[in-house]
């Protein structure tokens, strides 16, 4: 996930721990490759976040769900129709994920699925973050005429699509299952 340059020494922490989040997943990531990752010095980390690794990987999946929804409401702004705006921003996912050679997309999947019974803290930020990506497709769905409850039920959908698709993506090493995904979403949108 490119980022710009963090300012602060908290900014450089969250940042790092969001790109090792990421590409490697809450358990295999340590705190000492946190703080050679960023740059910053270790008391910094323990400054900001005194609670440790889950109160850092808490702020890490916040802000990952806030940039995610962002580049989402992006997205999906480029296209009028929805089905067209969903299907654009599925290819250019896939996109991503290819040219990071397979370890980028998804970033909450792994520490959804690592900590979901384990870590309640961590449990319900990424509930936050999923909340925020679904309201971005909710949100186009409305403006585009669909009832809240219906927009609500397929932005739930299209959310666990795209991040199926991004797994599989992933897996396959191949950025068809999320192609393939976005042509299904369009397909479903349009009838």
Request: hydrophobic fraction near 45%.
């Amino acid at each position: 996930m490119a980022r710009t340059t963090a300012s602060t020494a908290r900014e450089q922490i969250v940042e790092a721990t969001c790109d090792l989040l990421e590409a490697q997943g809450y358990h295999a990531t340590g705190l000492n490759q946190i703080v050679a990752e960023s740059g910053a010095p270790k008391g910094s980390l323990y400054h900001y976040f005194p609670d440790g690794k889950e109160e850092l990987a808490a702020a890490a999946i916040e802000r990952t769900g806030r940039d995610l929804a962002g580049r989402v409401e992006v997205g999906l702004a480029s296209l009028d129709d929805p089905a067209a705006a969903v299907q654009f921003l599925a290819q250019r996912i896939a996109d991503a994920v290819e040219q990071s050679g397979f370890r980028a997309g998804g970033p909450l999947t792994t520490v959804a699925v690592e900590t979901a019974t384990s870590s309640q803290r961590l449990n319900l930020a990424c509930r936050a973050a999923y909340d925020r990506l679904q309201a971005a497709f909710a949100a186009k769905l409305v403006a585009s005429g669909y009832t809240p409850q219906r927009a609500a039920e397929l932005a739930a959908f299209i959310t666990a699509a795209i991040e199926g698709g991004i797994l599989l993506s992933r897996t396959y090493h191949s950025g068809d299952p999320l192609r393939r995904a976005g042509q299904e979403l369009a397909a479903l949108l349009r009838s």
